[in-house]
Every structure is written in C-alpha cells, then in structure tokens.
C-alpha cells in the first residue's frame, strides 16, 4: 500500500536514538522553512509526531525537549500506534529498557496491537533482530525496513545504514532514505551486514570518544588547559574524518602527508603502534559485532 502524503510517525520505546531522530527531523523541518538552500520534498515531511514511553521520567525528557511539537503518550502503546494514519508511516524504535528483543516481542504482540499495526510500516532500529523475526510477531500486512542509525544523528552528522526487504515498495524505501537522510548520509545494504553496521557505526561514536578523550589528556599532560585540549583534539579528529569523506582519500594516504622524516608526527605514530592500536581498535569493533548478533536471541515463535 502506497505511503500517503505528510505521514504521521509515532515512535514506539522513545529513548536516547529516538530523541536524537526526532531532533534530527524537526530542526530539519525547521531549516527548511526559513532557507531555501535545503530542498525537502515536503511529500515525505511528516505532519505529526507521538512518543510513546514507559515512564514519566522518560515522558518529561521529551516534553521538554520538544515541548509541543511531539506528543507523549505513557504506558499506552496501542493509543499510539492507533493515532498514527493507518495509510502512513508509523516508526518504532528500541524499547527503553535498551534492546532487548523478548521486551519488543512482548510490546509489538500486545493486546490490540496487531489491529493497531494492519497495513503500517515498522521501521526497526533493534539491534541484532532481524526483518523474519519482527515479521513472525507482526500482522502479515505489516512492512518492515531495518535502519541502524547513530547518535550524531541528534545534530545531523549521523551515519545510517537502511536495509530494506525484496518487496520493499519504492514508497516505503524512499520515505525512510528521506528520514533519515535528514539525519545524515544514508546507505542501503543487504541484512546479513548490519551487525558489522552496529558493531562499526552504532558503537563508533563511543569509541570514538574514547579516542578524543585520550588525545586530550595527553594535551593536558603536555600543559594545555582541558577545554582547549578537548577542543583541539576534537577538532583534529573531525576535521581528518571530513577530509577522507571529501576527497575519497584513503586514510594513510592523508596520515603520510603530514608524516615528515625524523618529526614529530611520526615518532607519535610509533609510539601507537607500539601499544598495538591498530589491532585493538579493528578487535573492539570485531566484539562489539559479535555482541550486536546475539541480541536477536529469542524465541521467536508467538
């Protein structure tokens, strides 16, 4: 069934990715209507937002952070699912109680939810779960897409990857591309990658931090003041990232360009291979993989 136009989306389990996503739109909304450099076919411009949530803690979050602009609905699911238009897009996300796949199987198979989600897409941030196992606790008419976003969706340089069913609508396809891509950059890959995704670009950002934090205390170490050091480190890092993004320069490419003989940079860089970084670091997202695939676990029968 076709998406109809300036869909509603509810957002079902609304914690720290769904308000990084929620954000990640409505600023884009915002911008887009106060500049004409942005063009956003306002087709796909969602019309209204709900988050449903488990807490009141969690509701305040929201309501703070977005005031009126989202709806918050606690502890009612099927109230949520419902109010979204039954010809568009209602998105759910990872339950609060992070992303354990029993919790999501128990919510989506509710009482009055199977009639809440007839003829509505699902788009699953869960890690680990895969579109057959949603696909065994939602109604047959229900369309699935697998997305895994990052945090920096919340200020519009996140990474997401799509994966997307073989009978997948060219609606449903292009409706999340545009969600998302509102976040960031975007690409459609096949399943069998997407714990590679999660290990790599859901749990960058993480080690990323660590990295940061660690140039910055050397900076500290070295006499600089902290946020100067944090600055600096930050900086150096986002400013490599963009340039291997820019140029479609390899990364060693960029790092000899800067390496002169008998300098600094290079005596930096033994120092690294010395504590083994490389392997480490190529080890940390090997695990982080390996974590993401035992997530779906679960008996996946109703």
């Known amino acids: ?33 106060t500049t004409t450099s942005e063009v956003v076919d306002t087709t796909f411009a969602p019309k209204n937002f709900i988050a449903c949530v488990s807490g009141e803690e969690s509701g305040q979050k929201i309501t703070k952070a977005f005031s009126d602009n989202v709806k918050v609905l606690i502890g009612n699911n099927v109230e949520g699912v419902n109010a979204a238009d039954i010809l568009e897009l209602t998105s759910f996300e990872e339950c609060e109680t992070c992303t354990k796949p029993q919790v999501a199987k128990n919510i989506l198979t509710e009482k009055g939810m199977a009639e809440a989600l007839e003829k509505k897409l699902v788009v699953s941030i869960l890690a680990g779960v895969t579109i057959s196992q949603l696909k065994e606790w939602l ?35 292009s409706f999340c591309t545009w969600v998302f891509s509102t976040l960031g950059r975007v ?20 080690f990323a931090c660590v990295v940061l934090e660690a140039l910055a205390d050397g900076g500290v170490m070295m006499g600089l003041p902290r946020e100067v050091a944090l600055e600096l480190a930050a900086q150096a890092i986002q400013g490599a990232a963009r340039m291997v993004l820019k140029t479609g320069k390899h990364p060693a490419e960029i790092k000899d360009s800067v390496t002169t003989p008998a300098g600094c940079t290079i005596a930096g860089l033994l120092t690294m291979e010395d504590g083994k970084i490389r392997s480490t670091l190529a080890r940390t997202i090997q695990e982080a993989t390996q974590v993401a695939s035992s997530l779906g676990n679960v008996q996946s029968k109703k």
């Open 139 to 173: 109604p047959s008419s229900t369309r699935v897409i697998r997305a895994m976003p990052n945090t920096p969706c919340m200020i519009r340089e996140g990474m997401t990857v799509l994966s997307c069913p073989m009978d997948c609508s060219t609606d449903d396809k």
């Open 187 to 206: 690409r459609i890959l096949d399943e069998k990658h997407l714990d590679a995704v999660t290990g790599l670009s859901g749990s960058g950002p993480a």
């Open 1 to 33: 069934m076709p998406l109809s136009t300036n869909p509603t989306v509810c957002v079902l389990g609304c914690g720290t990715m769904g308000r990084a996503i929620l954000s990640g739109i409505l600023d884009c909304l915002k911008v887009t209507t």
